[in-house]
């Protein structure tokens, strides 16, 4: 078959009937899944997704993680329903990770500094605060959307962030079950719910968490800066709006990491257009922080570059480059004219600061005016050694 683009199952189907028998088409998907996808989705995920599951792959080529990605997170959101009444999961800024059957969960929330441990089962907190504890930075290993494990032996990915009852930082199992015991013993809390008992602790990360992870990445940020003529500061500042520097971070969009990279998109276009590589980047190669700010920082460039660079004056450039990594160059345009020939003449005849109000104010996107606000304001803080 050609190669299509994925498509909505109602236009899909009458496509996929017209091609094959049901049976035909069943066995197709099957077998495509469980060769395509094993290592992004198990196949108790893909049962789940039934028919409608089956038939997205037929004759498509698409990518296995797109795959894996559904296949999980129907998966995911069935069974915190059942267990919890509701579908929380992992954002950008909020680390989320299921246990015990998903009857135990954790939140660790990177913008505001805070942990969260919950549990149906009281003899589980004990192990999954200890858990949170010494989860490495290990997006590959650590699976967020099943109840499986988190394995441990690396450096935890919150080690520093969090001090224990005696102000040290948490490294070992001793440690983490020793500072679970204090919680547990002082500050658990328990209420009712309609899935019956639950048992919860919360606690801080230490006030500076932020900075101890941006830090983290300081090389990398200079690196590609150099690499892509990009600032340092607007880098920081992307990372700080799209992730607060989770690396876990995953949207609801099918964007991974730092950056937010959506692979179809913006990781398809660097391949394209910047590093001269086939198809898109994977989930697991955009979890990795150098493969993910080498993307995030080439696509900044490419908008600057390539899709605005008729675009005159350099900080009008920079408020629409901003603009158009959250929301497209398109929705930048049509901020000024429907005609993107016109719109880049309106650009040029208005001051810095009017092409900010009208990026601000216009957007045909809410989020796009914050996300400007954001990271102009993040950049400041950049200068005033905030960040």
């Known amino acids: 078959m050609p190669r299509l683009r994925t498509l909505a199952l109602p236009t899909l189907l009458p496509l996929l009937l017209s091609a094959c028998s049901t049976d035909q088409a069943v066995n197709y998907s099957k077998s495509y899944a469980k060769n395509h996808v094993k290592n992004y989705a198990t196949n108790a995920a893909l049962n789940e997704l039934g028919p409608a599951g089956d038939a997205i792959a037929i004759g498509m080529n698409l990518e296995k993680d797109t795959i894996g990605f559904e296949a999980l997170v129907h998966l995911l959101l069935k069974e915190a329903r059942v267990n919890w009444g509701d579908e929380k999961k992992s954002s950008s800024k909020e680390y989320v990770k299921y246990t015990n059957h998903y009857r135990t969960r954790v939140f660790v929330d990177f913008e505001a500094g805070s942990v969260h441990v919950e549990t149906l089962d009281r003899q589980d907190l004990r192990k999954a605060i200890a858990a949170i504890l010494l989860t490495p930075y290990a997006p590959d290993q650590v699976d967020l959307f099943s109840d499986k494990d988190v394995p441990v032996g690396e450096e935890p990915m919150l080690y520093g962030q969090v001090l224990d009852h005696e102000s040290q930082p948490i490294r ?27 048992y919860a602790v919360d606690f801080s990360l230490v006030e500076d968490h932020l900075s101890q992870r941006e830090y983290q990445y300081a090389s990398l940020v200079r690196k590609y800066s150099k690499v892509y003529a990009v600032e340092e500061s607007l880098i920081y500042a992307v990372i700080r709006t799209e992730s607060s520097f989770n690396p876990y971070a995953v949207s609801s969009s099918n964007a991974y990491g730092l950056m937010q990279i959506i692979p179809k ?19 697991s190669w955009l979890f990795q922080p150098h493969n993910n700010i080498d993307t995030g920082t080439a696509y900044l460039a490419l908008l600057d570059n390539h899709y605005l660079k008729n675009i005159r004056n350099p900080l009008s450039r920079k408020y629409t480059t901003i ?51 954001k990271v102009s304001s993040a950049q400041k803080d950049f200068y005033k050694g905030k960040i």
């Open 265 to 283: 998109t913006a990781g398809r276009d660097v391949f394209d257009k910047v590093k001269n590589l086939p198809g898109q980047p994977s989930k």
């Open 323 to 373: 603009s158009a990594y959250n929301g497209g160059a398109g929705n930048v345009f049509a901020t000024f004219d429907r005609n993107r020939d016109r719109a880049v003449q309106k650009i040029n005849r208005l001051q810095p600061n009017q092409v900010y109000w009208a990026l601000t104010k216009k957007h045909p996107r809410d989020e796009s005016r914050r996300y400007l606000e």
């Open 172 to 198: 070992w199992q001793w440690r983490a079950l020793r500072y679970a015991d204090y919680l547990i013993d002082r500050q658990m809390s328990s209420r009712k719910s309609a899935k019956g008992q639950v």
